[in-house]
């Protein structure tokens, strides 16, 4: 089923700039709860309660990029997951345009993007629902980037890279968010036209170590396997060894080869 955009993006999006705010995410709660608008762009140039993954901080020190976008696309919120495989493709192909060497860059699911097996961006993806007495509550989308540019976290579960280290002489976070939102709005308008299709293709050209084997923890539960592909749904799909599938759609993925844990 193809995604039926409320508009499409490269038209509607626009620009909301912050030096310091609690969370570029929160802030596009706050603008949907306000009336919002599809197509906001909210980026800030620091963060001080930057959220992860599964609860957890993202570590936002000045340098580098951190940014939400606030989307109203009208499709069912299942198919809605598949933006943060969107958001992902977008952030690689933004790193890879900049990167010295390209080929290092990769998709790792859910939607880490890796440098050399070090994570170089995050995104996080959220939905939250607001009243409306007239035409009853309305879905709204966020989806969240963070790309480290100038620094890098320490002591975090899975080691971390930014762009300085991965050879980057000098890039400004404002020219990473212009060339972000370029990528992010063309494949924005294509998933909306064609589907999730493009988009999955684009994510397992860059998928990492797709076909070897793999730990999916989730919660206490442990699935082992091997690292078949991504459905349609954005699920990880773990081959088992009497040959059949298992479906994951959270956990954090760990492989036996040379790596540690997703976070
Ligand atoms: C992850 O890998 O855990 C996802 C990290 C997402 C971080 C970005 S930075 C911009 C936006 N605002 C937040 O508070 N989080 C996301």
Not at 43 to 60: D, F, H, L
Not at 221 to 238: H, P
Request: glycine share 8%; charged share 25%; net charge negative.
């Amino acid at each position: 089923m193809k995604a039926q955009p409320h508009s499409p993006l490269i038209e509607s999006y626009h620009l909301l700039s912050y030096d310091t705010i609690d969370s570029t995410n929160e802030e596009a709660r706050r603008l949907a709860e306000g009336g919002g608008s599809h197509g906001a762009v909210i980026w800030a140039k620091r963060q001080t309660a930057g959220r992860g993954r599964m609860g957890r901080e993202w570590i936002s020190a000045e340098g580098n990029l951190y940014v939400s976008v606030l989307l109203r696309p009208e499709m069912p919120l299942a198919l809605c997951s598949q933006l943060s495989f969107v958001a992902a493709v977008a952030a690689a192909e933004t790193v890879e345009g900049i990167v010295p060497q390209p080929k290092d860059i990769a998709c790792k699911w859910p939607n880490d993007i890796l440098f050399k097996g070090k994570k170089l961006a995050g995104i996080l993806l959220e939905s939250f629902e607001v009243p409306d007495a007239e035409t009853g509550p309305k879905r709204w989308l966020c989806v969240g980037v963070g790309i480290n540019i100038d620094s890098a976290p320490e002591h975090v579960m899975y080691p971390a890279t930014c762009l300085r280290e991965a050879g980057v002489e000098l890039i400004s976070a404002k020219i990473v968010l212009s060339r972000f939102i370029h990528h992010f709005v063309h494949l924005y308008d294509t998933w909306c036209e064609s589907g999730f299709k493009p988009v999955q293709k684009a994510w397992l050209k860059r998928a990492y170590h797709l076909g070897e084997p793999i730990d999916v923890v989730i919660g206490d539960e442990e699935i082992s396997g091997v690292f078949d592909t991504v459905d349609a749904e954005g699920q990880l799909l773990v081959k088992q060894k009497d040959g059949k599938s298992v479906a994951v759609n959270a956990g954090d993925v760990f492989f036996k080869v040379n790596d540690a844990a997703c976070g």
